[in-house]
Each structure stands twice: as structure tokens, then as C-alpha cells.
């Protein structure tokens, strides 16, 4: 291996919300060209603004030895190459490799001997070397682990999450070989103040990122069973959450939609794998359908409230505030909200969606939905689906007959 510390040039292949802040972060310190397939995203970051808001302009600024590109040639100068793109799933919730096959098809075109290839996008436990690594050796003509090597270091970021940014997250890492290993645990090491934590292997780096967001998942899912048996009894879920956490080991935890790029959909990848392998992990699997089906069940509590207020539900006009997938963030990705829109509608509510960080265009783009900024139409009722600091203000200031709010964050 030719590469070390000292004369790593990065390539960061992928500037969505993991791929710029890892970027940033070593562009700081190393030269680091950052690449993505969208020119008008190469085009912002150049002019020195980051829409996903992840980074600040000044960190921007920051970065003096990072470069953005959407040429594959300009990647031609570096040796260490971290992909960082998306892993979602498809219509039938299957995992959906394309974009990590592409952008290794893409490295295939441009490694050298002796370069090291690290991933960070979550999969199943497996598909780094038997995935994407055999792309790369098609593509490129070189031999693993003789002309080029390989790591795995599982993204943590946190979209919308200013407190746990990249740096003060303790960061997991593997190589394909022991001396690769210590390589991408040194490398890291140079940005991550918090430290890093070295795993033995690729696979078991792999697993301890999907398994994360599944223990996340399944907690989540219990939760939102027993918000519905509280719900039948009349007790206020919130409160008895804020009861049981006075003791020191009790998961504090909310009922919610589960949506966005992570826990709505690694489990699915291991699910996968797991029934590829011939076993059937019931109880992730009915954590994901307990957790899926949370639009259907706060549509038709949503109902029945409007009815209890004495409110004719025929033609009423409903304000769905908050479309992204959490609050104060702009990140849309898979957000469960655009299936509670539809199924508000199909229930013949009139509903229209108001959502500040969501960008109108990137949501009638993805979606196919109009969204309004603010809280200037009249409406009958609110249903707070994403609890955004500038919708509880925008709230306060308006007299509203009835708003649905199953977080009680008002």
C-alpha cells in the first residue's frame, strides 16, 4: 500500500448531507476534492452556500484545501477515495444498491494501484466486498487487496443535529487488511476529536451501523403501540414517558412518524440479508410494520378528534403543518407526512401542506405536492405533524379552533 496519512489526497464522492461535512472536515487539514453528479450542488457549494444547511457558509470558507468538481477526470489526481452516496430501498422495500454500484463503476474508471477505497453508506452486512468491491475490480482492471485496498467506516451524521456534528462523534472504522486498518483508523483520527473505535473487520463495521438504527427502530415501535393503548385508556403518552424516565436506565423516547434516510430504512437491509440467509427476524419485521402503519392510525385518531369537537369533518379545511421528515430540518427524504397527506385526503379532508425549511420546489419535484411557506390561508383545523420552531410562533400568533398534536409539544 503507497498511501499514508501524510500524502492522502481525499476524494469524497457524494456531497449530500454525510458526504460535505466529512468533506469540510478534511478539506480543512488535507487536499480533499469533493465530487457529486449534480452540477447545480457543485455549482452552490463553489459560490459558498450548502442548501441542505448542514454546513454554514464560514465552515465553507474553512475548507481551504477542498474543491468541488463534477468531473470524474479531476479525480484522477487522489488516492484515497470515501463514498458516501445514498443506499435506499425500492417500491417493495427491497435494498436498492444502484447509486453505490454506480459510483463504484465510477471509481473503477479512475483508481491507481496502490489507492484506497473507503465506504460509509449503510448496507447489510456483506456488501462491501462482495458487492461493490467486485464492481470496482471489473471496472478497473486491478486485484483486491494486491493493486488496491479497501475500509469501511459507517456515517453517523445526524441531519438538522448542530450539538453532534461529524467531529465529536466517535467514529467507527475497518480496512481490508490489518495495515489498511490502521491506515483508515489514523486517517479519521485526524478529524474526529471525539476518537475512533477500530473494528476487526469490514462486516462487523457494517452490522454495527445497521444495527443502530434497527435498535432504534424497534424502541421507536414500542412506543408507538403503547401511545395507542394510552390513547384507548385516556392517559397523556408523554406523561407517562416523562414519569418512567426518572429512572436512570429507562429509554426516553417518543411516539412519531418514522420516516427519513436512516432508521425508516436500514432495517429493511438487514431484513434482506437475514431472509437471504433463511432466517426471519420477526421482531424487526414488526417493528417496521408497527412503524409504517402510524399514518393510517393518526389519520383516523385525527378523525375521530375532529368528530369529538363537534367540528363537521365534510369539506373541512385542514392545515398539515410540517412536511421533512423531522423538525427543523429541511431534509424530505422519504418523510412519512406525504403518505398522511394522501391519507387525509382519501379520507375527504382539504388539505394543504405548510412546511418553512422544506423547499417548495424540491417537494413538488419529488412529489408532486404544492407547499406553502406560512401560515397566511385560512384554515379549520391543524394537524402539527413536524413541531418546526417557526410553526409553533407562526401558531401562537394565530387564533386556531382545534389543532391535532400528538407530540403535545404545545
Known sequence: MKVSV?????????LGY???????EFGKKTPTMGFDINKARIKELALGHDSTLECSDKELVDAKHLIYTDSLEDLRECNVYIIT?????????????KPLIKASEALGTVISKGDVVIYESTVYPGATEEDCIPVVERVSGLIFNKDFFAGYSPERINPGDKEHRVTNI???TSGSTTEVADFVDQLYRTIIVAGTHKASSIKVAEASKVIENVQRDVNIALINELHQIFNLMGINTNEVIDAAATKWNFMKLSPGLVGGHCIGVDPYYLLHKAQIGGFVPDLMRQAREINDSMTDYLAQDFLLEVIKNKINPVNCRVALLGFTFKENCPDIRNTKIYELYNTLCNIGFDVTVYDGWACPNEVESEYGLKIKRNLDSDFDVAFLAVPHENLLRQIKEREIKFIYDFKKVL
Open 85 to 97: 452516496v445514498p443506499t435506499p430501498i425500492d417500491k417493495h422495500k427491497q435494498p436498492d444498491l
Open 6 to 14: 501524510e500524502n492522502s489526497k481525499i476524494a469524497i464522492i457524494g
Open 18 to 24: 454525510v458526504g460535505l461535512p466529512l468533506a469540510v
Open 170 to 172: 466517535l467514529k467507527v
